[in-house]
């Protein structure tokens, strides 16, 4: 918001339109009978009151397994989850655990891939959960490594699973996938993401370490398998048909992912990085980076066997499956950071959608809210000096004007009249410090709750942010947050 004196006009209007013009809309088309119910539809079709309808078709959408299978690989059809097979590499070990990371994204029956197990499973991971991905055990490639002395057969065999699962898979495809056991893939995010790109041509995606030294001591060039190795169909291919005779060219290479770069890179593709896949080469709490996630969309999470549970009051299972929570509502908007100022008590609220909520206690700009906190610690013992990261932090020490109040989520579902979707989020922790000088001493600490608003249409476009306006009365413990497009020159600061 650019004029403060305008704030409390703004929140009334808002608060009217809400509470009186939306709900009473609503509550006539839906009371006024079939005619008029079934006339809305046609005549408001671009109001708010029929996003519900095109969220329910595009969720169909998703699930229409039939059709792709035998459509040729240059059909222009759109990019559908029917498109992509994943191959996930594991070990019957830790998938006795892991396999609730997994099962919080996997859609049985709908999702293409396999799990590619070390050994056939056993105990308790019989019968085999049909909430699982399919498992196959990975194919003895005993002689290969023997016959080239590789130096880490284990390596060797997960290079040698991309093969395995191009071979099983591979009608209809146009994208190849490869993750780990503890990998969390946001499936609506992955498909917007690659149909913007032609399958036909050579692309390898992938992410890179959030640790600078692994990019360092591995490559700067190659995506790390955690965060998703994504592959166009004729790349995989080439790699699938290539791959033992790279196995044997790169004996000496002791990484999977490094070995995979290379073979990539020997068939003329080049790594191209995207910031929605996230190794998370990461330690402790990494609320800080999930609440200042980069303007993306959310592709993939890792490592969070190696983190810190993501919520507060969950362990990490339950983390995952509220995370996913959210995902279902409106994968778009995932951890899309919006900002704005609460003029009259000079606060700045910072918003990870789905997940946090932050509140400082003086007008900061965009430009600064956009560096996470560093409130993780480096993957392995770091260096004395900086940098550390590949992305640049904020400091984690304490203080009354840099520490914002943390609020995470604590539910999420639609509005009533079901155009809106509404994510409550509450306060993890009493922040215990004075009030911000700077921001004109207003401590925040009586608000214990904020409810966040936002449209249930996918939000696809990411050239900008989006904005929002708020609404809260000094002394209430409750905010109202809601978002919107910025408008033409808005300036968050
Ligand atoms: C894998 O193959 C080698 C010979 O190539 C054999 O000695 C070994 O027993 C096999 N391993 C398994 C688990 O079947
Ligand atoms: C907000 O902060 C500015 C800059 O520090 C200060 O001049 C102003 O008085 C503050 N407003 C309130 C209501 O405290």
Redesign the pocket.
């Known amino acids: 918001m650019l004029f403060s004196s305008f704030d409390s006009l703004k929140e009334k209007f808002i608060s009217i339109f809400d509470k009186y013009f939306v709900a009473n809309l609503c509550k006539i088309v839906l009371l006024s009978g079939v005619i008029l119910y079934l006339a809305s539809i046609f005549l408001f079709k671009d109001s708010n009151c029929s996003s519900y309808y095109e969220l329910l078709e595009s969720s169909n959408n998703n699930k229409s397994p039939q059709i792709s299978h035998f459509i040729s690989s240059n059909d222009t059809n759109p990019t559908n989850l029917n498109h992509i097979v994943f191959g996930l590499l594991g070990s019957e070990k830790a998938w006795h655990y892991r396999k609730n990371y997994i099962e919080s994204w996997w859609k049985p029956k709908v999702t293409r891939g396999y799990l590619f197990l070390d050994v056939p499973p056993s105990g308790n991971l019989l019968p085999w959960s049909k909430n699982s991905p399919p498992y196959k055990v990975s194919k003895n490639i005993t002689k290969l490594v023997q016959e080239t002395h590789h130096v880490a057969p284990i390596m060797a065999r997960m290079v040698h699973g991309i093969k395995e699962i191009f071979d099983q898979e591979h009608e209809g495809v146009r994208w190849l996938i490869m993750g780990d056991d503890d990998s969390i893939f946001f499936l609506e995010n992955i498909v917007d993401v690659l149909g913007k790109y032609d399958h036909n041509k050579y692309y390898y995606f992938g992410g890179q370490s959030e640790y600078i030294l692994s990019n360092f001591w591995f490559s700067f060039d190659q995506g790390f398998g955690g965060a998703g190795i994504i592959m166009s169909f004729p790349l995989a291919k080439a790699l699938a048909e290539d791959i033992e005779s790279c196995l044997r060219r790169y004996p000496f290479l002791n990484s999977a992912d490094l070995i995979t770069m290379t073979c990539i890179v020997d068939l003329g593709a080049n790594f191209s990085p995207l910031k929605g896949l996230h190794q998370f080469d990461l330690r402790g709490d990494i609320s800080g980076l999930l609440s200042s996630h980069p303007k993306a969309p959310l592709m993939s999470l890792h490592h969070f066997d190696a983190t810190s549970p993501i919520f507060p009051s969950m362990d990490r299972i339950q983390s995952t499956k509220h995370l996913m929570r959210a995902a279902n509502y409106d994968q778009s908007r995932m951890l899309q950071q919006t900002i704005c100022h609460h003029r009259?008590?000079?606060w700045t609220f910072s918003v990870s959608w789905g997940y946090s909520v932050h509140i400082y206690e003086?007008?900061m700009p965009r430009s600064h809210l956009i560096k996470p906190i560093q409130t993780f610690s480096a993957w392995v013992a770091k260096p004395e000096n900086p940098p550390y990261y590949m992305f640049n932090t904020r400091s984690s020490v304490k203080d009354s004007c840099e520490t914002p109040h943390l609020f995470f989520l604590k539910s999420i579902g639609e509005t009533w009249n079901r155009n809106e979707i509404m994510a409550t989020y509450s306060r993890s922790a009493v922040r215990r410090l004075p009030g911000c000088p700077?921001?004109?001493n207003?401590p925040a600490n009586y608000v214990n709750k904020i409810q966040v608003y936002s449209r249930r249409t996918k939000r696809t476009e990411m050239d900008r942010c989006e904005c929002c306006d708020i609404i809260h009365t000094t002394g209430s413990n409750k905010a109202q947050l809601k978002l919107r497009e910025c408008l033409t020159n808005e300036k968050i600061a």
């Open positions: 009259s008590s000079n003086k007008i700077i921001g004109g207003h």
